[in-house]
């Protein structure tokens, strides 16, 4: 994980216990860059009475207490004594989830309007374009997170478009309220780099004459851009090789004097080593290959993803899901043994050819293997709005077939196993104690078209109760437009 | 005259691809929705002959030697709506050789020859892929509405019956389309006055005696074509700004064209003047953000609202691989205020009304073609399914090329897992 120079405050200090340090490729060069300035709201201690709990962990609880006390759970279980001050929300009925995570929005990037002057999801001007982070372009006054909020959703991974081969960094931000994306910038969470398998990049380049315009060509620009970063990659170990002769030498007084050179008769051991001029491109990927920045395909076909596990097994990479895989079924048990998760719509199907096999089991088939990892996504801003909805209709169809999920493992597909494939699964996408208070109190059995949700937490805040409209998070954008009628 | 009798004859015939012959039948026990002056019926039956609804009530007689269904409580619907879905139109959006909903031009609107006769039902094809998928689900007729394209006028649409004929056209459901608002503009030269500006201008060539000069933006078909919309045509403007669909409704009422708003974001800001005009509006009643300036006013209120105002809505997504979704659509209106029965009537008696079929389609009702669809659960509920449907009498078979996709694969899944 690539830890970002967090503010020295408590949040900053408490983030360390959780996240595993790793130097990234160019530490010690500067501070990490754009850190995020978002801060744990104090708040009182809550405590929920009487739910009924999808703990997210593929347990349900009826009739549970839970407590929330400086933005974590603090504990779950029955008859809890409320601590002074708290706030008691009565949910007897009502249930409870861990707020939902989104592992492919283009919320901000892609934003509502859809304007020219807000069309910022796609540098398609090179089909690499590694150098690029998705959070240098999201617009936080996108009307799209209130309406992702109002649906549960309290964590989002934004990614870059899908035109490029290597399209660039995604980022995992919090769905708060903020005029700057570093505001809702997901403190300790690792990068993801956007890759996309198939027909975007082929069309997108081909149509303009230029490589890669056939899935070979995507798999030659894949192999020559990982290439090219073991090569930055060796540059950099090799500085910091020299570097740390060069320090020890310095260290030693008795070898002061004397001049060498080293094998390659290159650089004079007495002069500090020149680093390597900085590529973004191939920091994004070096960085990859170290295992600190995560890696989201955007692959449809099971025979690509075959491919493109290979393509990981040949650089020495990870990935951490594959996101649209519409055909993720045709090789469900792969993907389990290979640990790689499986984002997926409810039933899209059909717009391209990559598409055409898509069939409304596919999340209940692939989470059926042992170890499998199947999450529902949206990537699109209505879909963030019913995320529980794509669940419920694939749990129908499994029930069909055989395959009964139950609510409490069907849950999953929206909080634990998304934060596993983020990497944030000690910190959110479960109710449990230690864990971040992100959850979601609905007015019904979450997997029904009726429930909604009643009041959204983030570490411990109400960030929407749906008795309270106004005072729900509003876009600048919105502001003094007649998009509220008097109440119903 | 050979070819001629050929095709009259074949016309006659009904020719289906994927469905049974039509058997009569009752279904007992039912929770019947009939979306009709009776309203719903518990433990009902429903009796079928030939094709048609010929009974609706409680312990039906019904001729010896008939088939039953046994419904156990569970609900009967009206076959579905699949909205302005361009079912057997298309099978591959990225693939332009499988589209044929929409006519390109290729030029500025000025400088076309406009197409009202353009009639995208023309392109129907039943063997589609996308058929099976959406009947298996329910959805048993469709509203063919080609898309505008680059043009102001898309053409002409008409309604068909999912049941695998290829003479699938409903008859009176013909429409034409006309795409307003900022998209048009686009094509129109940049300004949505032009848009008026322009359709003024093929209205006046419409409704002229004798050739036209030049710069005319209709032939002699389109003339004709035009004209019989100027005489009470239903015409779907898909606009969505407040003040486009005032406009538009005012501008077809001045021309003799009976409208119908299909998209209407904002047309609750509007009801009330909607409803006095007994305008009806095909909505999508998820669309909540304001994706463009013309959809500032969207807001998962807008179904409760129009209803509550006394306008008839109808509901479409406007996707055809998942028509199917129809049935999403309406609950979540209903978690959005609009009352169960008027989401229901939404995807069925309403489309029905608004397209001309009232008589044949949209309701249980005696009389009434036999599509049919009966549910596990809650129709409206995302977690229920079909458990058959219906359509004009034929049981569907519940297969497409998504189950065989399923079924070729589940076993292999079953067979590995180690526990």
């Known amino acids: ?488 | 005259m050979k070819p001629l009798l050929l095709i009259c004859a074949l016309a006659g015939a009904v020719f289906t691809a994927g469905a049974v012959a039509a058997q009569d039948f009752v279904i007992r026990g039912a929770t019947v929705h009939t979306v009709a002056a009776q309203g719903t019926l518990k433990n009902a039956d429903v009796l079928v002959h030939g094709g048609l609804i010929a009974a609706v009530g409680t312990a039906l007689a019904a001729p010896a030697g008939t088939a039953v269904v046994e419904a156990k409580g569970r609900a009967l619907t009206p076959g579905l709506f699949g909205g302005l879905a361009n079912l057997g139109l298309e099978e591959v959006s990225e693939e332009a050789v499988t589209l044929d909903s929409t006519l390109n031009q290729k030029a500025p609107a000025w400088q076309q020859q406009w197409r009202p006769e353009f009639d995208a039902s023309l392109a129907f094809n039943p063997r589609s892929t996308l058929v099976p998928v959406a009947r298996i689900e329910g959805v048993t007729w469709t509203m063919l509405a080609p898309s505008s394209g680059d043009s102001i006028i898309g053409g002409q649409g008409a309604a068909v019956t999912l049941d695998g004929r290829y003479d699938a056209t409903l008859r009176g459901s013909g429409s034409l389309f006309v795409s307003m608002g900022s998209a048009g503009a686009q094509s129109a030269g940049g300004t949505r006055a032009a848009e008026y500006m322009l359709l003024e201008q093929a209205i006046r060539e419409a409704r002229a005696q004798g050739p036209i000069g030049e710069g005319a933006l209709l032939h002699a078909a389109g003339r004709e074509a035009l004209a019989r919309y100027l005489a009470g045509g239903r015409v779907l403007f898909q606009v969505d700004r407040a003040a486009d669909i005032l406009a538009v409704v005012s501008f077809a009422r001045r021309n003799g064209m009976k409208p119908v708003i299909a998209g209407g974001s904002e047309a609750w800001v509007v009801a009330k003047e909607l409803a006095r005009a007994e305008v009806p509006v095909i909505l999508d009643p998820l669309k909540d953000l304001p994706s463009d300036f013309d959809h500032l006013g969207a807001t998962l209120d807008n179904a409760a609202r129009l209803h509550r105002a006394g306008v008839r809505i109808a509901f479409s997504s406007g996707d055809s691989h998942n028509a199917r979704l129809v049935r999403q659509l309406a609950g979540n209106a209903v978690a959005h205020g609009l009352p169960w029965e008027a989401a229901l009537a939404a995807i069925t008696a309403a489309p029905a009304d608004i397209f001309g079929l009232s008589a044949a389609r949209g309701r249980i009702a005696a009389g009434q073609a036999a599509d049919l669809v009966l549910w596990s659960a809650d129709p409206l509920e995302v977690t229920t399914l079909a458990d058959q449907v219906w359509i004009s009498g034929r049981p569907i078979e519940l297969r497409s090329r998504q189950t065989e996709l399923r079924d070729r694969y589940i076993d292999k899944i079953k067979a590995n897992r180690a526990y």
């Open chain 1, 1 to 488: 994980m690539v830890i970002r120079s967090s503010p020295r405050t408590a949040l900053g200090l408490r983030l360390a216990l959780f996240v595993s340090a790793a130097l990234s490729i160019t530490a010690g060069l500067a501070a990490e860059p754009f850190p995020s300035t978002y801060q744990v709201p104090a708040n009182a201690p809550v405590l929920i009475q009487g739910a009924i709990l999808l703990t997210g962990a593929g347990a349900r609880i009826d009739g549970t207490d839970i407590l929330i006390q400086d933005g974590r759970i603090k504990a779950v279980g029955p008859a809890l004594q409320a601590p002074a001050g708290a706030r008691i929300v009565a949910a007897h009925g009502r249930w409870v989830t861990p707020g939902l995570i989104d592992i492919h929005s283009h919320l901000g990037v892609y934003a509502s309007p859809g304007m020219k002057g807000l069309d910022d999801g796609n540098e398609a001007t090179n089909p690499n374009t590694a150098n690029v982070w998705a959070e240098h372009s999201i617009w936080p006054q996108d009307p799209g997170f209130e309406t992702a909020l109002e649906g549960g959703v309290t964590t989002l991974q934004i990614l870059p478009g899908s035109a490029n081969l290597i399209g660039g960094r995604s980022v995992v931000v919090k769905n708060v309220a903020a005029v700057t994306y570093q505001a809702m910038k997901f403190p300790g969470a690792a990068y993801g780099v956007k890759m996309a398998c198939g027909e975007n990049p082929k069309r997108v380049y081909g149509d303009n004459h230029q490589a890669p315009s056939t899935r070979m060509g995507n798999v030659a620009g894949y192999r020559q851009a990982f290439a090219d970063a073991q090569d930055y990659q060796q540059q950099w170990d090799k500085y910091r090789h020299d570097l740390a002769e060069y320090n020890k030498k310095k260290a030693d007084p008795a070898g002061a004097g004397k001049k060498a050179k080293d094998k390659d008769g290159g650089a004079d051991k007495d002069q500090p080593p020149t680093p390597p001029k900085r590529d973004l491109k191939l920091e994004t990927l070096a960085e990859v290959l170290q295992g600190n920045i995560r890696v989201h395909i955007h692959c449809y076909r099971s025979d690509e993803m075959a491919t493109m596990l290979d393509v990981a097994d040949e650089f020495g990479f990870k990935i951490a899901a594959f996101h649209h895989a519409v055909e993720a079924y045709k090789i469900a048990d792969r993907l389990a043994q290979r640990g790689v998760c499986a984002a997926m719509w409810a039933d899209w199907w059909g717009f391209k050819m990559e598409a055409f096999d898509g069939i409304q089991e596919n999340l209940p088939m692939v989470d059926y293997p042992e170890h499998s990892c199947a999450v529902v996504h949206s990537d699109s801003e209505d879909g963030i709005q019913r995320l529980n909805q794509e669940a419920a209709k694939a749990m129908a169809h499994g029930a069909r077939i055989g395959l009964t999920v139950p609510p409490e493992r069907a849950i999953r597909w929206l909080t634990l196993n998304p934060a596993k494939s983020l990497g944030l699964d000690a910190r959110i996408g479960t109710v449990e104690a230690g864990k971040a208070a992100d959850l979601v109190i609905w007015n019904g059995n979450p997997f029904s078209v009726y429930a909604l949700a009643q009041q959204v937490f983030i570490d411990g805040a109400v960030v929407f109760d749906r008795d309270h409209p106004a005072d729900k998070p509003r876009s600048d954008f919105l502001l003094g437009l007649p998009n509220e009628g008097a109440p119903l």
